[in-house]
């Protein structure tokens, strides 16, 4: 039998393992379009991310990749050298729209009606977040509305936002007591072990925990903002920044072990020089590993708290 | 209290688990690249097929602690799984010499995996994915031990419903 050693990246397979909600699989016999997956810009970084949106686009969800160093597949008769698992999970389509309604009032700072707000050449299929049905219900919790004639206009609105994340802080918060999710910045178990808290954890941590969670989906300036009204002591002390941090300086693969984006950063740097790359590749390579990041803070806990 | 960088020494002290290709021809079995100039109308999305969810059948997955530097087909029913046995903690079997222990994972409830394929035959414009199987829970495999409660994957499939509380409308109130 030949040795056949590849870098990882050259083993190429238009497959996927995914797991995802199943009012998104769950396609009765009269759908004809169904589910779809689309580039829209990451919500902290603006960079490009996979995202899918379900039949009808009254959902939005995001993609993200789970990866250990050294996994494969066997599905059925076949073998998949790449061992990821993607989740697809839902996201807020008001994270998305909020952060071009931050860049509408710092470029224009007026009311707009919304389809003017929401343009993108770069994504455009970022339109269609205009058709989720949990949006415009809830558009009043980041903005100022006037109503002229029939057509509403929006502008952002700071104040409202910071009470709106604070809100979801508290939820956030909520979950991860549920959830029995290890929150502690410096319990000295750096294994996770459901039910099985520190005692010491404050609720402090909760929040800063949230905190970080809900920092992968707002811009940086506006976390920081948030750090603040949360009355947070130091954003550098909040649990998630830094493997952020980390992960910006060193962009390579070697951090392969908490980052679940090594594949897509080597697609990304070989796609210069890879000709050979598909169609399907090239728009993954052109995913941002960022747009997987909150998944690797949840996850990246247990290494940090190793520290 | 394992470093950052001791845990990523640790795995990468595990390239003997790297199991050769069985066959590096298929792997090289790239398909062509397709143009990106030609533009479809919704550019970049790609529609997964319905009809195709509703075919898929249920498939089995392992998620083997090694990588495989292979994509195509596999005797799996006929080397890997007869070898499968019981053992104290779960199924155990001898893989390329090494012993692997495994642990039934289940989704969790309400998701559905899927093992989706991009189906090239139609063209940039219209790019699809088709499910080609389904599964609700599937195999781990861990490398001389059993992956056990602290294995990431755990965690990984708690993100749901945490993406879910994260990202549910707030509740509204009279202020």
Redesign the interface.
């Known amino acids: 039998m030949l040795s056949h050693k590849k870098r990882p990246a050259e083993v190429h397979c238009d497959q996927w393992v995914l797991v995802a909600p199943e009012s998104v699989t769950d396609l009765p016999g009269k759908t004809e379009n169904g589910p779809v997956f689309t580039r829209l810009h990451n919500p902290r970084t603006g960079e490009a991310a996979l995202y899918l949106f379900d039949t009808n686009a009254q959902q939005l969800f995001e993609v993200k990749a789970f990866h250990e160093e050294f996994h494969s597949w066997f599905i059925g008769q076949t073998v998949q050298h790449d061992g990821r698992l993607l989740l697809v999970t839902p996201v807020d389509p008001l994270f998305m729209v909020l952060y071009y309604l931050i860049k509408a009032e710092k470029e224009q700072g007026k009311f707009q009606p919304l389809d003017q707000v929401v343009i993108d050449a770069e994504f455009p299929s970022c339109s269609m977040l205009l058709q989720c049905a949990k949006l415009r219900p809830f558009l009043h919790h980041v903005t100022e509305e006037k109503e002229i004639g029939n057509k509403k206009f929006y502008k952002y609105s700071k104040e409202k936002t910071l009470k709106w994340l604070n809100k979801k802080v508290g939820q956030t918060v909520r979950a991860l007591k549920i959830g029995n999710v290890n929150v502690g910045a410096r319990v000295s178990s750096a294994t996770f072990v459901p039910g099985d808290h520190g005692s010491d954890v404050k609720e402090e941590d909760y929040i800063c925990y949230a905190h970080g969670l809900i920092s992968e989906y707002i811009p940086k300036e506006l976390s920081a903002d948030l750090a603040k009204y949360l009355k947070l002591p130091e954003l550098s002390a909040s649990l998630p920044e830094p493997p952020l941090k980390k992960r910006k300086v060193s962009d390579g693969p070697v951090e392969a072990e908490e980052d679940y984006t090594k594949f897509n950063r080597v697609d990304l740097k070989t796609k210069k020089t890879n000709s050979k790359m598909t169609a399907a590749q090239k728009a993954l390579a052109r995913v941002d590993k960022s747009g997987m990041r909150s998944i690797s803070t949840f996850f990246g806990t247990k290494a940090k708290a190793g520290k | 209290?394992?470093?950052?960088a001791e845990?990523?020494r640790r795995?990468?002290a595990?390239?003997s688990?790297?199991v050769?290709?069985?066959s590096?021809a298929a792997?090289h079995a790239?398909?062509?690249?397709?143009p990106?100039g030609a533009a479809p109308a919704?550019?970049?999305?790609?529609?997964?097929?319905?009809s195709s969810?509703?075919a898929a059948a249920q498939?089995?997955?392992?998620?083997?602690?090694?990588?495989?530097?292979?994509?195509?087909?596999?005797?799996?029913?006929r080397f890997?799984s007869p070898a499968i046995r019981p053992g104290s903690s779960g199924p155990v079997v001898s893989f390329r010499g090494r012993s692997l222990h495994g642990e039934e994972v289940t989704?969790?409830s309400?998701?559905?995996?899927?093992?989706?394929?991009?189906d090239?035959s139609e063209g940039?414009e219209d790019?699809t994915?088709q499910?080609?199987?389904?599964f609700s829970c599937f195999t781990l495999w861990g490398l001389e031990a059993p992956p056990g409660?602290?294995a990431?994957?755990?965690?990984?499939?708690?993100?749901?419903?945490?993406?879910?509380?994260?990202?549910?409308?707030?509740?509204e109130e009279d202020d």
């Open positions: 209290m394992g470093s950052h845990r990523k795995d990468g595990q390239p688990a790297r050769p290709s069985a590096p792997a790239h398909r062509e690249s397709m990106d919704v550019p970049g999305l790609i529609r997964l097929q319905p969810v509703r498939t089995p997955l392992h998620l083997l602690p090694c990588e495989i530097q292979h994509n195509g087909p596999a005797a799996v029913s890997f989704l969790p309400g998701y559905m995996g899927l093992v989706l394929r991009e090239k940039p790019r994915v499910a080609i199987g389904t409660p602290n990431r994957m755990h965690r990984a499939l708690s993100w749901p419903s945490l993406a879910t509380a994260i990202h549910a409308p707030v509740a």
